[in-house]
């Protein structure tokens, strides 16, 4: 299943909400903390269970706005 969704219609980011991190349009649920959830083993279902208010796709909007946040950036050494 491939879901294609633009990111720039549900991120948001507004220096007055959430010290300006991304967020989820219409929400104060963070791009962090959805991709946090996820990279921890939370099955997107379990997020929707969670968040009644959020959609699969905005969820993978986040995922598309992390993608494109790295995207290009140099890479740096990273040290465990």
Do not use: N
């Amino acid at each position: 299943m491939m879901i294609d969704v633009k990111w720039q219609d549900y991120i948001t980011a507004d220096p007055a909400i959430m010290v300006g991190k991304p967020i989820v349009k219409g929400t104060r649920i963070t791009v962090e903390l959805i991709v946090e959830k996820l990279g921890y083993g939370e099955s997107v279902d379990e997020i929707l269970e969670d968040y009644p208010h959020l959609t699969r796709e905005a969820i993978y909007a986040c995922l598309r706005f992390a993608a494109h946040t790295v995207h290009g950036k140099r890479s740096r050494k990273l040290v465990a």
